[in-house]
């Protein structure tokens, strides 16, 4: 079974609008970590956010935010007002297990943002 | 300050050669990671190390890989000998473990692989 679930391939957005890329996930561990990485065009992995199992607020980081909903063991990436340089490939990842350090990716999504 | 090292950035070799992939962890990071990255399977963790130690192979596709870590600051990926299906993106990370709250892993700019 995948433990990443990204459910959509490719989004295709207009610039300044906000966008919510999917990101659900298998674990029956109760600790747990979640990110997101960004991969532009350039090939870079550039790591965005993290949420951690027991953290009792969403994430936030600048325009990125992340709609964590436990029960529904989803982990969503919400750009808020996007722009041209937001275009990439994004991965959302899981580290499961205290002490754990292994990431295991999901197969992304490909984020265009349209002028 | 300076990120995840890696060189060479690009390598196109003949099927049979062997091949070795360098890393330079971020300066006071003492885990690093190896990862692959192809269209078919994704991002896949090859192998990682904890204070030059290595601690899970598991994801090491066969003996033709091997990895080592001789100090804090280097770390090579070796190929011998070397495949078509082994061309792909190569990655390094590092993170810092225990520390922050996230122990979150750097990423390098990547190995571009080619083998003919």
């Known amino acids: 079974a995948q433990k990443i679930t990204q459910t959509q391939p490719g989004m295709f957005v207009q610039e300044k609008e906000a966008v919510t890329l999917d990101c659900t996930y298998d674990?029956?561990?109760?600790?747990?970590?979640l990110f997101w990485y960004k991969q532009p065009s350039s090939g870079e992995m550039i790591f965005l956010i993290y949420?951690?199992?027991?953290?009792?607020q969403n994430a936030t980081e600048g325009r990125y935010s992340l709609n964590f909903q436990k029960a529904r063991k989803s982990a969503n990436l919400v750009i808020s007002a996007s722009q041209l340089g937001d275009s990439a490939m994004y991965f959302c990842a899981m580290r499961e297990g205290l002490g754990a350090q292994k990431l295991v990716f999901g197969q992304g999504t490909r984020l265009t943002i349209n002028p | 300050d300076a990120g995840v090292i890696q060189s060479p950035r690009h390598e196109v070799t003949e099927m049979g050669q062997e091949v070795t992939l360098r890393c330079k962890p971020i300066s006071g990071h003492n885990s690093l990671f190896w990862y692959r990255q192809t269209m078919m399977r994704g991002l896949e963790l090859l192998i990682y190390f904890n204070n030059n130690v290595p601690i899970d192979d598991s994801g090491m596709p066969e003996d033709r890989f091997s990895a080592k870590m001789p100090n804090a600051s280097f770390s090579t990926l070796k190929i011998q000998p070397s495949e078509p299906r082994d061309s792909a993106v190569y990655f390094c990370?590092?993170?810092?473990?225990?520390?922050?709250?996230?122990?979150?892993?750097?990423f390098g700019p990547g190995t571009r692989l080619t083998v003919l």
């Open positions: 949420q951690g199992s027991y953290d009792e």
């Open positions: 674990t029956s561990d109760q600790s747990y970590g």
């Open positions: 990370a590092s993170s810092f473990l225990p520390g922050e709250r996230t122990d979150t892993q750097y």
